[in-house]
Nanobody
Framework: VRIVASGGGLVQPGVSLRLSCVAS????????MTWIRQTPGKERELVAT????????NYADSVKGRFAISRDNAKNTVYLQMNSLKPEDTAVYYC?????????WGQGTQVTVSS
């Protein structure tokens, strides 16, 4: 199983970024995908979740209206479109795949929002 996130970087407040997470080694289309972020000294935060068929999405209150999660099951990829970025969005962003009882984590990508 491999889950690789990419698309992070150093950006100024107010701009947009799109993160991608490419998965392999499992039946991607059957798994709920979630983006989670981690900042040193803070608790891990669930950012956004999308169901296996993309029919259902959920967001943290802190990103509602700014972030959008989507997936392309043909490409085994989940995306996180991040708009109007704020300094408090700075974190390492990870994606994971869940289909209980199986649960897979991927490597993260750093997003830094700073002027």
């Amino acid at each position: 199983v491999r889950i690789v996130a990419s698309g992070g970087g150093l950006v100024q407040p107010g701009v947009s970024l799109r993160l991608s997470c490419v998965a392999s080694g499992f039946t991607f289309s059957s798994y709920t995908m979630t983006w989670i972020r981690q900042t040193p000294g803070k608790e891990r935060e669930l950012v956004a979740t999308i169901s296996s068929g993309a029919g259902s999405t959920n967001y943290a209150d802190s990103v509602k209206g700014r972030f959008a999660i989507s997936r392309d099951n043909a490409k085994n990829t989940v995306y996180l479109q991040m708009n109007s970025l704020k300094p408090e969005d700075t974190a390492v962003y990870y994606c994971n795949a869940a289909r209980l009882p199986k649960f897979y984590w991927g490597q993260g990508t750093q997003v830094t929002v700073s002027s």
